[in-house]
């Protein structure tokens, strides 16, 4: 595994560094991750809150009570808006980050998908669609 994992916003006003080990990544499509990654789904791989850094810039916090009645505060870029992790007071020990922010999006490994009864009939691909290996034309 890279050491330490790296990462950052789109900007790259906030970098984040982490030494432990990478968990396993989840996908969750309830509504409040749709609307706050403005996609589908959320993939959110946890991690080790004691081995997570924050080595630029500030992200700002948004919290708000999830469909679970648990209170999650999901933490976003101030200058760019890209949303980087979540936190929430019941897994203290862990944050959840946005799997798309790590510089080697090798590392995760999804491997359970959550609030599938929220889940939109566009979560996925269809095969048959037009496909361009670069900017569709
Ligand atoms: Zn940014
Ligand atoms: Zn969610």
Do not use: Q
């Not at 929430?88 to 491997?111: C, I, N, Q, R, Y």
């Not at 929220?118 to 996925?124: D, F, I, K, L």
């Amino acid at each position: 595994m890279t050491n330490p994992v790296r990462g950052h916003c789109l900007c790259g006003h906030v970098r984040y560094e982490y030494d432990g080990p990478v968990g396993p990544a989840s996908y969750c499509h309830c509504e409040d991750c749709r609307r706050c990654t403005g996609s589908a789904f959320n993939v959110g791989v946890r991690l080790e809150v004691a081995k997570f850094r924050i080595v630029g810039g500030t992200p700002k916090g948004f919290t708000k009570r999830g469909d679970s009645g648990n209170e999650l505060t999901r933490h976003f870029c101030p200058e760019c808006g890209s949303p980087i992790f979540t936190s929430a007071p019941k897994h203290s020990e862990h944050v959840f980050m946005k799997a798309g922010t790590l510089d080697d999006p090798t590392l995760v490994a999804p491997a359970r998908e959550a609030w599938t009864s929220s889940a939109v009939s566009w979560r996925r691909i269809a095969p048959d669609l037009p496909s361009f290996r670069r900017a569709a034309t």
